[in-house]
């Protein structure tokens, strides 16, 4: 206050100093004097200059006057200003000093306690730093850099100080404040906040101990809490598995939707309401003696939900006083695993039928499986495998029985063998034992841990693979030394392979076919000896073809007079092989011997025509015999002496034998003609067989051969011709007992089956020698087979064509010294065969 009075008098006398020089300098104009002669001048002096002026002199002089009483104004006038001035100055250094105390109590307070302040001005990315640094840096850096403070990391973890970072810069562009409570890297616990205040960012970062450190925890505590608890209830009431809660007195405290719509409640306040059960009466009382016995509850039980029994895993636990508890559906799980355990038998009954060894170990090198296939490879006793050995026993078994080769170092063969449980791939190896047998052993491990032991024993399949590498080169050199000429041409219609034979047939150049030429250079360089282009475009086509691959013959007439027969083979890869060979001399071979033949089925026809003529022929008398032989033998002809009854009895037997024969040379040629026909009907077996034993008779008395027939009464009838039925029976029969012993028996047996009636006719026979059982159907084949009879040849013919006229066929089954079957198979349907036939 006293510089502003000092300053406000200095400013008044340099206004008095101004107005006394200025009338002084008025005094010496009107004197007319200098100024600077000016002060010595009296008052006097003045006033009597001042009376002498005239009227021009006196207007300046005024002038002056008027000029100086403004210049005295204005300096008083300034002289009150700055008064005034003063007085404002000093009021507001007091404000300054009140507020400067202000901010010093208001910092004293601040950091009365450790705590750092960061600042950002509007538009300013410098920030005002303050406080304890301590706090954040290591003592080493506490006078670094503000970059230092503001680079979050290095006092910061990596996670609190990226959410330090997001949250300062949220704070500095968009005024969102934060709190956050982090922990630093040497582990002090602070609390972060951030706010916008008067166009500032502000940071306040202190640390939190004692009271405020508890309430802090608390705070976060309760608020983990308070989400953690909202987010139990939000999953619970989003959880599709019924989840409820009791109280100590058994009452429904809490239940979800899911329990809700399990027991077909309204809502979930229906279903507390009404307080609906899910489990039934049984199963709430096991639970509940659990529950009161020991504090949680486990079970898999049945719960109808919707009209459909399902099976839930019920979990319950002691909670707050009362219970909670949530049934999670397990119906999928439980048939998921009783198809798993199925699947597993099936598998283990699978392997145990395999003729491979199995054998599988589980994590621990146990045995937990082996089949029956295993135990006979090794020969290992079944109690000792039950027993669950460990897979180092087992090999050590193996060994001192000598059943593996010896190794050089066991332990280490062991060890890697042992590798496959660490293994993901599966590893191939082939053992050799002592006996000879070599086995391929495959280690697969097993996604649960262990490992599956598959033993083969490929023993014979070493020996083919030798013996097929044996034959693979015992066929080249068999190919390249055939008389056949063999080329073989890929599917890109190219040579593969071909042989000496086939490049001297054709004349070309084995040099030139081992550049594997196309099949149309081929063709050309084999045109100069045959050059039918259809033949050769058959030829291409077989080779190259994709579809309806089939073998195709074609013969080649070659220029040079020779014969050419070819093949095409088509190969499972896609080649084709073409095999080329010389029939010249087959081919005229070949045209001699059916020009032969042409003449032998001339000669042939000429027979069967004169059999056919002169049985006609010999049938016409021989009626006659045969009528006048019945004649002689009637009473009313006249008694006949016992010898010519006996001469009478021989040619009747002679004329009706040859009158058979006769008869049956007629069906033979009319069945060669293909003139005869059969007259169908119901065909009675019972009948049929009465009438064909009917005529054997007397031949059965004569050799004293006793007939056994086998026959079901039920057996019935079928289509076919009756007569030609018993004709082939009577020569079965008769067949029978030519070649049979005396005091024999001959049988016939008659079976039917679905579609087919079968006759039998067993003799006692010598039998048929098998080089001439193809001959005994063929037209006067007749031998005696050791038995001295000898027949025309005739009846086994016939046999076969009237059987094989009906549809069926014959069979023979003999063996020499054991007697001969024959066996005749006869359709029941003659409509179906003739309609096959069609």
């Known amino acids: 206050m006293s510089g502003v009075i000092a300053k406000m008098r200095r400013t008044l006398l340099s206004c008095t100093s101004l107005a006394r020089n200025g009338l002084v300098a008025v005094g010496a104009m009107l004197v007319g004097v200098a100024p600077a002669q000016a002060g010595d001048l009296t008052f006097s002096q003045v006033i009597s200059a001042f009376f002498d002026l005239n009227h021009q002199e006196i207007a300046v002089l005024t002038t002056a006057l008027a000029l100086l009483g403004f210049s005295v104004l ?4 300034l002289m009150r200003s700055r008064v005034r001035a003063a007085k404002s100055e000093a009021r507001l250094r007091s404000d300054i000093q009140s507020l400067q105390s202000e901010a010093d109590r208001f910092r004293a307070l601040l950091f009365a306690e450790p705590q750092v302040l960061i600042s950002w001005a509007a538009g300013d990315n410098r920030p005002q730093i303050s406080g304890d640094t301590s706090l954040l840096l290591p003592q080493d850096f ?30 500095r562009e968009a005024g969102e404040g934060f709190l956050l409570h982090l922990t630093t890297s040497n582990g002090r616990a602070i609390e972060s906040m951030g706010r916008a205040i008067g166009g500032q960012a502000i940071v306040r970062i202190r640390e939190l101990s004692g009271l405020r450190r508890e309430l802090a ?51 979930v306040a229906d279903a507390i309401d009404r307080n609906l059960e899910l489990l039934d009466s049984g199963a709430r009382n096991d639970m509940e ?26 979990h319950a636990l002691n909670a707050g006083g009362g219970s909670v ?45 082996y089949n029956d296939s295993y135990r006979r490879l090794w020969d290992l006793d079944r109690a000792f495998l039950d027993s669950n050995p460990d897979d180092s026993s087992v090999l050590d078994r193996l060994r001192a029985a000598r059943k593996i080769a010896e190794q050089p170092d066991f332990r280490a063969w062991k060890a890697k063998l042992h590798e496959a449980y660490r293994a993901v791939d599966p590893a191939k190896d082939t053992w050799y034992l002592p006996d000879g047998r070599a086995l391929s052993v495959v280690t697969t491990p097993n996604p649960e841990g262990g490992v599956t032991y598959l033993f083969d024993d490929v023993t014979e399949s070493l020996d083919l693979a030798r013996r097929f590498d044996a034959l693979i080169r015992v066929q080249r050199e068999t190919l390249d030394n055939l008389a056949e000429a063999v080329a073989v041409f890929g599917s890109n219609g190219r040579a593969q392979l071909f042989n000496p034979a086939f490049a001297k047939m054709w004349k070309l150049s084995p040099d030139a076919l081992r550049e594997q030429p196309h099949i149309e250079t081929v063709v050309a360089w084999c045109k100069p000896l045959f050059d039918d282009a259809a033949t050769w475009q058959t030829l291409r086509g077989a080779i190259t073809a994709i579809e309806n691959r089939i073998e195709v013959p074609l013969k080649f007439e070659r220029k040079d007079g020779s014969v050419l027969d070819c093949m095409t083979m088509p190969l499972p890869d896609g080649a084709t092989m073409l095999t080329f060979q010389d029939i010249t001399d087959t081919e005229n071979f070949e045209r001699a011997l059916r020009e032969r033949n042409e003449a032998l089925e001339a000669a042939d026809k000429m027979k069967i025509d004169f059999v056919h003529h002169v049985s006609y022929e010999l049938r016409s008398p021989l009626t006659t015999i045969i009528g006048f032989a019945h004649l002689l033998t009637d009473p009313a002809t006249g008694p006949l002496m016992p010898k010519q009854a006996e001469y ?13 024969l006769i008869n049956n040379i007629l069906d ?26 009917e005529g054997i008779q007397d031949r059965l008395a004569r050799d004293r051969i006793e007939l056994k027939v086998d026959l079901d009464p039920e057996i019935g009838s079928f289509v076919g011709d009756q007569r030609r039925v018993v004709q082939v029976l009577y020569n079965l029969l008769a067949n029978a007992i030519e070649f049979s012993p005396r005091d024999t028996t001959v049988g016939l047996s008659a079976r039917r089956t679905e579609h087919h009636v079968i006759f039998t006719v067993t003799d006692s026979g010598p039998g048929i020698p098998p080089d001439l059982k193809d001959k005994v159907f063929d037209w006067f084949e007749g031998h ?55």
């Open 74 to 77: 204005a300096a008083i006038l």
């Open 142 to 171: 506490q006078q670094s850099s503000p970059q230092r403070i503001l680079a979050f990391g290095s006092w910061l973890p990596p996670e609190p100080a990226l959410q330090m970072d997001h949250a300062v810069d949220a704070l």
């Open 217 to 267: 925890e608390t705070n976060l505590r309760h608020k983990a809490l308070m989400e953690e608890t909202e987010l139990l209830r939000g999953f619970a009431a989003a959880a599709p598995w019924p989840i409820w809660t009791k109280r100590a007195k058994g009452g429904l405290g809490y239940a979800n939707a899911a329990y809700a719509r399990a027991t077909e409640a309204a809502s």
């Open 289 to 314: 003696r659990t529950l009161h016995d020991k504090a949680a509850f486990t079970a898999r039980l049945p719960i109808v939900v919707g009209g459909e029994r399902r099976f839930y895993d019920v």
């Open 325 to 369: 508890g949530i049934a999670i559906d397990a119906s999928e799980a439980t048939a998921l695993s009783a198809a798993l355990v199925r699947m597993a038998e099936a598998h283990r009954r699978t392997l145990d039928q395999l003729s491979s060894g199995v054998a599988v170990f589980d994590a621990q090198r146990r045995l937990s499986f």
């Open 648 to 660: 009478l009895n021989y040619i009747t037997t002679s004329t009706n034998s040859l009158y058979a």
């Open 668 to 693: 033979l040629a009319t069945i060669d003609a293909g003139a005869m026909t059969l007259e169908l009907g119901p065909v009675d077996i019972r009948k049929t067989i009465d009438d064909a034993a």
């Open 784 to 838: 005696s087979n050791g038995s001295g009879r000898r027949g025309a040849g005739l009846g086994l013919s016939l046999v076969r064509s009237f059987v094989e006229l009906h549809g069926g066929n014959v069979r023979v089954d003999s063996s020499v010294g054991k007697g001969t079957t024959v066996t005749c198979d006869f359709p029941t349907d003659q409509a179906a065969h003739r309609n096959a036939a069609e």
